[in-house]
């Protein structure tokens, strides 16, 4: 799915947001995808009617594939080896791994989703 080429900025209670996508864009147990200008990746569901926005990349092998996973009962299953993410928390079911989490809301028919800072995970730093 295409994200929306319109660079829209909203602030909200001391957080800035980018306008996504329109609403309709985003069905329920389908993931979206969408890289913000400092590569940083991340997957939007819906599940049940409301929206999870969460890094795109699976911590287990670092892979680019979260929006292409399966929801079920709130988690995410990577597609390429199972590992299980809360799409509420980021946290893994079974380990100590997690996913970044994002806020995320709808307005006026549109996604919007709180810009991310930069921060170098702490397996890169290793490499």
Known sequence: ME???????FEENFHLYRKI???DSIRDTK???YQFENDIEIAIFRDNGKLYA???ICPHQHSS??????IEDCTITCPLHGWMYSL???KALGGGASLKTYLVFERDGFVYVE???VV???WAKNL
Not at 3 to 9: C, G, I, K, R, V
Not at 65 to 70: D, N, Q
């Open 3 to 9: 994200a929306s080429s319109e660079l829209t900025l």
């Open 21 to 23: 996508c329109e609403s």
């Open 31 to 33: 993931g979206f995808y």
């Open 54 to 56: 969460i890094s795109n």
């Open 65 to 70: 594939v979260l929006h292409k996973g399966y």
């Open 88 to 90: 509420k928390t980021g």
């Open 115 to 117: 810009l991310p800072t």
């Open 120 to 122: 170098e995970p702490s």
